[in-house]
């Protein structure tokens, strides 16, 4: 663990965002209980979550498709690494969403079961680099960077909330045979007319 930077907390080598991370979460993410009806989003920062968090809603949760109850994104499909809310997720009703930014490195090891459905949505590198740029100038738990090349640097370097991008989808793709998993890219699903 490197405790050293401002905004990025290093946890076995990747980069959380500091301020929302809570060290004992990150400590018993492998052993976390899954359940075989949960469903996951994994990406990278900036490639879609928050889309396909709504989609799925729209799927899982009848109250919010028929808007009988209003209930905010991050309680619907919550952060498995960043319990915000600090919400005990073993209480809560099946099905459960997901996101998660985590790498497969760092994966629950109950991710391995086919039963759990996983959809990972890649984003053209460019594209996340450009979104990417413009929050963390937004968020101030963000480091900002002052032009598009210097963070451009840090983004390549891996020197950014959720390392290296490459890292990231290499570590997922390489290991989708150990998983019920939907590769979804998010430029395609604007193509199909989704957005």
Known sequence: MDDTDTYLFNFKG????????????????????????????????????????????????????????????IDRAPFLEY???KVDFLKQPSPRLFSSHIPYYL????????????????????DVLISFFHFSKLRVTLEPSETMEQFMRKF?????????WFDHIRGWYEHKHNFNILFMQYEG?????MK
């Open 14 to 73: 990747y980069n959380f965002e500091r301020s929302l991370i809570d060290i004992d979460v990150l400590e018993n993410l492998e052993d976390f209980e899954i359940r075989d009806d949960d469903v996951f989003i994994i990406t990278y920062p900036k490639s879609g979550t928050i889309w396909t968090q709504q989609i799925l809603s729209l799927i899982y949760f009848e109250e919010h498709r028929n808007r009988t109850a209003i209930v905010e994104t």
């Open 107 to 126: 994966a629950p090891n109950g991710l391995k079961n086919k039963k759990i459905k996983i959809v990972y949505v890649y984003r053209n590198p460019k």
């Open 156 to 164: 390549l370097d891996g020197k950014v909330v959720g390392s290296l």
């Open 189 to 193: 699903m604007k193509k199909s007319g």
């Open 83 to 85: 319990n915000i809310r």
